[in-house]
T-cell receptor, first 114, second 110 residues
């Protein structure tokens, strides 16, 4: 099975611009989660999508948004970029097993805001 | 809500020695505890996990133990090798959500 793919892998933007990141989960997985990881920080949860619906949301401003398509591919968008948005953005493909979700991560998109 | 604390933040061990990373959690309803390894420039990779009905699980040189009463779980790596150098994250799952520890940077000294 192919793993989780994220595009692009690297991105450089300037303050005030917007950006869209893409994630394709593992075939057959219907749920994805997005995380932000900054240097020295752990994984900060952004949101989770299941069957095109946002199921959970972390504590991020409204500039961060996402969506999921009928083929389970997901995108996240960050508008009005700030320097502090520079980070590795990770997408995880979720496999539901009983009452828990196992998460499988993609390689991430490294966003640099200048 | 759930809170996960992970210690130490950095661990340096001699090649061949053992390494132990510990995590505590607060929500007694948590029922799934995965460990992830993140190498430089890559996404986290699931290396081992344990469910709340099991006390210990082993996979070659790595093992995880869970103490539900004390609400803590640990990752044990024996006979450490240079390729074990990475950042390790623990997590606890409650209500389908994973709550993450802050990570431990493991350094293997030659």
């Amino acid at each position: 099975k192919a793993g989780v793919t994220q595009t692009p892998r690297y991105l450089i933007k300037t303050r005030g611009q917007q950006v869209t990141l893409s994630c394709s989960p593992i075939s057959g997985h219907r749920s994805v989660s997005w995380y932000q990881q900054t240097p020295g920080q752990g994984l900060q949860f952004l949101f989770e999508y299941f069957s095109e619906t946002q199921r959970n949301k972390g504590n991020f401003p409204g500039r961060f948004s996402g969506r999921q398509f009928s083929n389970s591919r997901s995108e996240m968008n960050v508008s009005t970029l700030e320097l502090g948005d520079s980070a590795l953005y990770l997408c995880a493909s979720l496999r539901t097993s009983g009452s828990l979700n196992e998460q499988f991560f993609g390689p991430g998109t490294r966003l640099t805001v200048l | 809500g759930e809170n996960v604390e992970q210690h130490p933040s950095t661990l340096s061990v001699q090649e061949g020695d053992s390494a132990v990373i510990k995590c505590t959690y607060s929500d007694s309803a948590s029922n799934y505890f995965p460990w992830y390894k993140q190498e430089l420039g890559k996404g986290p990779q699931l290396i081992i996990d344990i469910r709340s009905n099991v006390g210990e699980k082993k996979d070659q040189r790595i093992a995880v133990t869970l103490n539900k009463t004390a609400k803590h779980f640990s990752l044990h790596i024996t006979e450490t090798q240079p390729e074990d150098s990475a950042v390790y994250f623990c997590a606890a799952s409650s209500n389908y959500q994973l709550i993450w520890g802050a990570g431990t940077k493991l350094i293997i000294k030659p």
